[in-house]
């Protein structure tokens, strides 16, 4: 897995061409469809700033030992997506662009020892706090592509596009009763798993 200290890198490159994309948008546009069933590109740029702001809020608990949450609850996450998806396109961009900066600034500084204090995501998973930085990179790249403009999946870093393949491959091994067997190839890196 990539280094917190690597990750904000990207991160913050990644985060860079979100914004230049998401430049000019138009109130239809931004109400339009996403690739994802049922949301619109509002509720993708929506939820890339709650997932920034619960992001941070993680990023907190392990800067200073005292339990915060990811989200209040999955019901609550659902309801924060759904109030902010119908903003004009200004304020969607604005809270992205407010957010990833407060994200990027609480990543920044973050004492060695935190990295390695373990946190609870809103599902549960009980990681150390290395996996935030990555975790929201993986977000803002796959996100990018969801909101259907220019971005697609062969703009994201060949060592990124491995790596979601590998994870994949992983979750879908995992003793999963109901997923049939599933062979993945890298059409343009040679993996298969």
């Known amino acids: 897995m990539i280094s917190p200290e690597a990750a904000s890198r990207e991160l913050a490159a990644a985060t860079e061409q979100l914004l230049r994309d998401l430049e000019g948008l138009s109130d239809a546009q931004v109400a339009g469809p996403s690739l994802l069933p049922g949301w619109t590109r509002g509720h993708v740029l929506t939820h890339l700033a709650r997932n920034a702001e619960g992001s941070t809020r993680l990023l907190g608990w392990a800067r200073t030992g005292v339990p915060s949450y990811e989200y ?15 903003r004009p396109a200004a304020a969607l961009i604005q809270d992205v662009r407010q957010t990833a900066d407060a994200f990027a600034a609480a990543a920044t500084g973050m004492p060695p020892e935190a990295w390695r204090r373990v946190v609870r995501y809103t599902a549960g998973q009980e990681p150390r706090a ?33 790596d979601v393949l590998s994870r994949t491959a992983e979750a879908l091994s995992e003793g999963r009763t109901m997923t049939p067997p599933v062979r993945l190839a890298g059409t343009d890196t040679g993996n298969v798993l």
């Open 130 to 162: 290395d996996v935030i930085v990555p975790s929201r990179l993986a977000e803002v790249f796959i996100h990018h592509v969801d909101l259907d403009l220019r971005y697609r999946p062969r703009d994201w870093p060949a060592w990124f596009a491995n």
């Open 72 to 86: 209040e609850s999955l019901e609550a996450r659902a309801a924060a997506i759904e109030a902010g998806a119908d």
